[in-house]
């Protein structure tokens, strides 16, 4: 089944402790992203890669880093969680020479920071 | 600079009554348009896209929407409101020779019985 998968589904941590969000699609796609959804704000970019080693800056990258060493993944990273990073994420995918593909979107990772 | 304004965040219709999301956007390029739906602790679902093909768009679930670059919209219509409507749903844009996907805020339907 084609899908993307995010890990963990739900984390409340504290102010400071390093974490990672997990992401990886079975669908070969090119194009991976991360975004955040806030209540009223809808869904913003934080990161994009267009192919393994290319990332860049979505519209509020701030405080997070993200790497693509493989294909399939797209780990999130925050180094130094802050409470304003309270939001629920969403991992998604698409084929990279089709803009009018849509993006596939995993069920989402709650992060609660304290 | 692209942009996506959903009017009303919160809709409500009776069951069977005609369901009208509305979306607006702003674009220099021409657009890839698309909805998504969000049912509660799920992540987004494509509920249907436009491609330029056609400004009629039907998609999933009996929903349809219609491309009007004169009024620069896209509104989603469904003809009868079912009770497993309920959700929120996103309008979302993405340029011409752009991966980057902006979405709306999002419009919460309810469907009252």
């Known amino acids: 089944e084609a899908q993307v998968t995010q890990n963990p589904r739900y984390l409340i941590t504290v102010t400071g402790k390093k974490l990672t969000v997990t992401c990886s699609q079975n669908?070969?796609?090119?194009?991976m992203s991360w975004y955040r959804q806030d209540p009223g704000l809808g869904l913003r970019q934080i990161y994009y890669?267009?192919?393994?080693?290319?990332?860049d800056k979505g519209d509020v990258p701030e405080g997070y880093k993200v790497s693509r060493k493989e294909k399939r993944n797209f780990p999130l990273i925050l180094e130094s969680p802050s409470p304003n990073q309270t939001s629920l994420y969403f991992c998604?995918?698409?084929?990279?020479?089709?803009?009018?593909?849509?993006?596939?979107f995993g069920d989402g990772t709650r992060l609660s920071i304290l | 600079a692209q942009s996506v304004t959903q009017l009303g965040s919160h809709v409500s219709v009776s069951e069977g009554a005609l369901v009208l999301l509305r979306c607006n956007y702003s674009?220099?390029?021409?657009?890839?348009l698309f909805w998504y739906v969000q049912y509660p602790n799920q992540g987004l679902q494509l509920l249907l896209k436009?491609?330029?093909?056609?400004?009629l768009v039907k998609g999933i679930n009996g929903f349809e929407a219609e491309f009007k670059k004169s009024e620069t919209s896209f509104h989603l219509t469904k003809p009868s409101a079912h009770m497993s409507d309920a959700a929120e749903y996103f309008c979302?844009?993405?340029?011409?020779?752009?991966?980057?996907?902006?979405f709306g805020k999002g419009t919460k339907l309810s469907v009252i019985p």
């Open positions: 998604a995918s698409s084929l990279a020479g089709a803009p009018n593909q849509p993006q596939h």
């Open positions: 669908m070969n796609h090119e194009y």
């Open positions: 890669s267009m192919n393994v080693e290319v990332t």
């Open positions: 674009s220099s390029v021409p657009p890839y």
């Open positions: 436009y491609t330029s093909a056609a400004t």
């Open positions: 979302a844009l993405r340029g011409a020779g752009s991966y980057q996907l902006t």
